[in-house]
Each structure stands twice: as C-alpha cells, then as structure tokens.
C-alpha cells in the first residue's frame, strides 16, 4: 500500500520559513516523480513544485520560483521542499503526491497523495 505522509507544516509570519518534508512507502520510490501541490481556502488546487525520479529535473510555479526549493532523497525515500520569504499567499494546505516516470505541473498522471500538511503565513 503507497502511503506519502506530509510534515513540516505550521504557522509562521511573512519573511519565515518552513521546511515540508513527504516520506513515501509501499512503491519504489525512485521510479516515480513527486510533486507539490497547494490549495488554499476558496481556491482550486494548485501546482507548486516537481521533481524528476532522479532528481535532476525540477520544476516551479512561477509564483514561488527563488522563494521555495524542491529535493529528493532516494535512498531515505523522502522530498523535501524549502520555503523561503513566505508571505500570506502562501498559506494553504500542502500536498505531495507522486507520478509514475514523469514529472508534470498537471495534476493528471499522480496516483498516490498525502493527505496535506496546513501553512499558515501571517502578516
């Protein structure tokens, strides 16, 4: 059974950050791309971030480019995405999901998610 477990979440204020980790289990890992995806009250879900199965390939919503980096750890089967300058727009549940092979901005192709780790960003 895959199971992907957020943490890292919490509240912080406009400048802070916060650093989002997502552990997989029951799949082999480094055949699948994972991506991050938000969705903040009222609002449709959201592409954050992706990352290839190797790593190499990594990809941005222009909204969080320069601000948040994406990682993966094969060998502990974890992803890790560091938020930097957070401010109120980014406050949204997180979610980290992964697609077999590629990686995508769509959420089409990812079969496994989290179920969401909440950040708050306060002004």
């Known amino acids: 059974q895959v199971q992907l477990l957020e943490s890292g979440g919490g509240s912080v204020q406009t400048g802070g950050s916060l650093r989002l980790s997502c552990a997989a289990s029951g799949l082999t890992f480094s055949n699948y791309a994972v991506g991050w995806f938000r969705q903040a009250p009222g609002k449709e879900r959201e592409f954050v971030a992706a990352?290839?199965?190797?790593?190499?390939?990594?990809d941005y919503a222009d909204s969080v480019k320069g601000r948040f980096t994406i990682s993966r750890d094969n060998a502990r089967n974890t992803v890790i995405m560091q938020m930097n300058s957070l401010n109120p727009e980014d406050t949204a549940v997180y979610y980290c999901a992964v697609r077999y092979a590629t990686a995508s901005k769509a959420e089409y192709g990812y079969r496994h998610w989290g179920r969401g780790t909440q950040v708050t960003v306060s002004s």
């Open positions: 990352v290839s199965r190797g790593g190499s390939g990594i």
